[in-house]
């Protein structure tokens, strides 16, 4: 089922399983419409029951997976490369992608509901439209309009988020804060003043709740916003190092070899 095909549907039940070495290659959809399915993911056990829609990146370790002997699902499986070749934009695709490597779980209502299943529907029948004229441009523009109707269901999920945090937790609101303006920001001091507290204090405050610093979250957000730029070959080395509000290039540079262990240039020559 795998061979040649970039985009992939089909209807999942408790007995079925998903495809061997799927999470490689391809970025996993998947909408239930019945029982539940529970996965380890980042360490973390999760479970999303009937009218929930999970999405799991290539690439990221999906494992333990079980199903109620009720379950169904309708699964999408997209192509790495089809994806994120055609991400409209840079700084949304980040936002999605830091977001769904820590809530694999979206909550639509049910206009979005009926949205994902029309827009999966609409991907699939497009790949199979191989003897069109203009089969690869339209296919592109398809996945794009994908992309951004899944943005637009993650910004309302977003949204809702940080509706629940404003009174949440000072760490709950330094998390949405690194999120927010993690592209440009890289200081403690900016996300300690916008909490009203100390820098230390903000450190402290990490430590308790993970065991990492302020600081130590900011670099893992600034590493990987980096990757992922620096992967999208569409931006030259100076675009980034301004969409990151570098003051210069080599100034970039020097960061992102104390980051990567490795300069820009070169990081992309391996990719």
Same mark, same amino acid.
């Given at each position: 089922?795998?061979?040649?095909?970039?985009v992939?549907?089909?209807k999942?039940?408790?007995?079925?399983?998903?495809? %061997?070495?799927?999470?490689?290659?391809?970025?996993?959809?998947?909408y239930? !419409? +019945? /029982? *539940?399915?529970?996965f380890? @993911?980042?360490?973390?056990?999760?479970?999303?029951?009937?009218?929930?829609?999970?999405?799991?990146?290539?690439?990221?370790?999906?494992?333990?997976?079980?199903?109620?002997?009720?379950?169904?699902?309708?699964?999408?499986?997209?192509?790495?490369?089809?994806?994120?070749?055609?991400?409209?934009?840079?700084?949304?695709?980040?936002?999605?992608?830091?977001?769904?490597?820590?809530?694999?779980?979206?909550?639509?209502?049910?206009?979005?509901?009926?949205?994902?299943?029309?827009?999966?529907?609409?991907?699939?029948?497009?790949?199979q439209?191989?003897?069109?004229?203009?089969?690869?441009?339209?296919?592109?523009?398809?996945?794009?309009?994908f992309?951004?109707?899944?943005?637009? %269901?993650?910004e309302?999920?977003?949204?809702?988020?940080?509706?629940?945090? !404003? +009174? /949440? *937790?000072?760490y709950?609101? @330094?998390?949405q804060?690194?999120?927010?303006?993690?592209?440009?920001?890289r200081?403690?001091?900016?996300?300690?003043?916008?909490?009203?507290?100390?820098?230390k204090?903000l450190?402290?405050?990490?430590?308790?709740?993970t065991?990492?610093?302020?600081?130590e979250?900011?670099?893992?957000?600034?590493?990987?916003r980096?990757?992922?730029?620096?992967?999208?070959?569409?931006?030259?080395?100076?675009?980034?190092?301004?969409?990151m509000?570098?003051s210069?290039?080599?100034?970039?540079?020097?960061?992102?070899?104390k980051?990567?262990?490795?300069?820009?240039?070169e990081?992309?020559?391996?990719?």
């Amino acid at each position: 089922m795998l061979e040649n095909q970039k985009v992939i549907l089909y209807k999942m039940a408790s007995t079925d399983r998903f495809p %061997i070495d799927f999470q490689i290659r391809f970025h996993t959809h998947i909408y239930c !419409q +019945s /029982g *539940t399915i529970q996965f380890v @993911f980042n360490n973390q056990q999760f479970r999303c029951k009937k009218g929930e829609f999970i999405f799991w990146l290539a690439g990221l370790d999906v494992s333990d997976l079980s199903f109620s002997t009720n379950f169904k699902a309708t699964v999408l499986l997209v192509d790495n490369n089809l994806l994120t070749q055609n991400l409209p934009s840079a700084n949304a695709s980040i936002d999605s992608y830091i977001h769904a490597r820590q809530h694999p779980i979206l909550h639509p209502d049910k206009k979005d509901k009926e949205k994902i299943l029309k827009n999966f529907q609409l991907l699939y029948d497009q790949s199979q439209e191989k003897n069109h004229r203009f089969f690869e441009e339209v296919l592109k523009l398809q996945m794009q309009l994908f992309i951004l109707e899944m943005w637009h %269901i993650f910004e309302d999920e977003l949204d809702r988020r940080k509706r629940s945090l !404003q +009174s /949440g *937790t000072l760490y709950e609101r @330094f998390s949405q804060l690194i999120q927010k303006h993690g592209l440009t920001e890289r200081e403690v001091r900016f996300y300690s003043d916008k909490l009203s507290i100390t820098p230390k204090y903000l450190n402290y405050i990490c430590k308790v709740n993970t065991r990492i610093t302020a600081s130590e979250w900011i670099q893992r957000y600034v590493k990987e916003r980096i990757i992922l730029l620096l992967k999208n070959k569409n931006l030259n080395i100076s675009e980034i190092a301004d969409e990151m509000n570098f003051s210069s290039r080599s100034f970039f540079t020097r960061y992102v070899k104390k980051l990567l262990g490795t300069t820009p240039k070169e990081y992309r020559e391996r990719i």
